[in-house]
């Protein structure tokens, strides 16, 4: 069965440093492969995918993510956080229905 | 283009009634899951009906159930409610029921039983 682990329940950066994320899945075939981001009292915004090719995929709000078959990662980064990145973001697979992780919530200190 | 749109956006309902949610997906999508997410239990998965047909569905008790009419709305209703079932309802649409096709979110129902 497909799912994915995001380590980190909680994620705390100064504000201008780098933002990473991490996720695995686990798959015995290549997934497709999502991160969302969720604001208070909103539902889930997808910031970038990975279906086939280019294995580092580049999404919204400066965010991109890097797929590693070999490690079976799929980690969100950014390179200098903003106040406005504070948020819950979720990795998801994408097999015979979507998997999501419990989510990572980011907090950035100014 | 309008986005996914729930309604409503807030219930409060009491232990034993029913209630019904209701989901407009993005025009055009015809795929459309529905989501239970709680602090505890993160996003659990529903079902998800395609062409008014339930194509996949999670694991939920039978007091669970959705439907989807001609014009790809979804509604989904939960029967003799606990107390458990306090959560935000988040309903998904895309395009296609293929696997690379995003789901696109709506705000959700923030259901409360008392």
């Known amino acids: 069965a497909q799912s994915v682990t995001q380590l980190g329940s909680h994620v705390s950066v100064s504000e201008g440093a780098l933002v990473l994320l991490r996720c695995n899945y686990s798959?015995?075939?290549?997934?497709?492969l999502f991160w969302y981001v969720q604001y208070p009292n909103q539902g889930l915004q997808l910031l970038l995918k990975?279906?086939?090719?280019?294995?580092l995929v580049k999404g919204i709000n400066g965010f991109e993510a890097e797929f590693k078959k070999s490690e079976t990662s799929f980690h969100l980064t950014k390179p200098s956080a903003h106040m406005s990145d504070a948020a819950e973001y979720f990795c998801?697979?994408?097999?015979?229905?979507?998997?999501f992780g419990t989510g990572t919530s980011l907090t950035v200190i100014p | 283009k309008a986005g996914v749109t729930q309604t409503p956006r807030y219930l409060i309902k009491t232990r034993g009634q029913q209630v019904t949610l209701s989901c407009s997906p993005i025009?055009?999508?015809?795929?459309v899951s529905w989501y239970q997410q709680t602090p505890g239990q993160g996003l659990q998965f529903l079902f998800e009906?395609?062409?008014?047909?339930?194509?996949n569905k999670g694991n939920f008790p039978g007091r669970f159930s959705g439907r989807q009419f001609s014009n790809s709305r979804s509604e989904m209703n939960v029967s003799t409610l606990e107390l458990g079932d306090s959560a935000l309802y988040l309903c998904?649409?895309?395009?296609?029921?293929?696997?690379?096709?995003?789901?696109?979110f709506g705000n959700g129902t923030r259901l409360t039983v008392t």
């Open positions: 798959s015995s075939v290549p997934p497709y």
């Open positions: 990975y279906t086939t090719g280019a294995t």
């Open positions: 998904a649409s895309s395009l296609v029921a293929d696997r690379d096709s995003p789901l696109h």
């Open positions: 009906y395609f062409s008014e047909t339930q194509r």
């Open positions: 998801a697979s994408a097999g015979n229905q979507f998997y």
């Open positions: 025009s055009g999508h015809r795929s």
